[in-house]
């Protein structure tokens, strides 16, 4: 699956950790949106005909994850 590659990082650092817990804890809709995005380069467009949801939807789930990712960076 194309999101082993977060199992490869290396766990030099402890936000590195807290980053994969974090999308790992994100639901399988939102958590494949990013992936879709960020890892394999899809249009949010595309992404919408692939998982069969609206465009919007695509948005509000992207942001969700940043959201999170963000907050479990800035986390102590």
């Known amino acids: 699956m194309r999101w082993r590659f977060w199992r490869r990082l290396p766990r030099v ?6 980053l994969e817990r974090k999308l790992w ?3 399988s809709v939102t ?3 990013f992936l ?3 890892l394999d380069s899809l249009g949010y467009r595309e992404i919408a005909e692939r998982l069969e949801i609206d465009v919007a939807e695509v948005e509000r789930r992207m942001a969700s994850a940043l959201v999170h990712l963000v907050e479990a960076s800035e986390a102590d």
């Not at 650092?13 to 807290?18: C, I, M, S, T």
């Open 25 to 27: 804890r994100m639901d």
């Open 31 to 33: 958590r494949e949106v």
């Open 36 to 38: 879709l995005h960020r």
């Open 13 to 18: 650092r402890p936000e590195v950790a807290r």
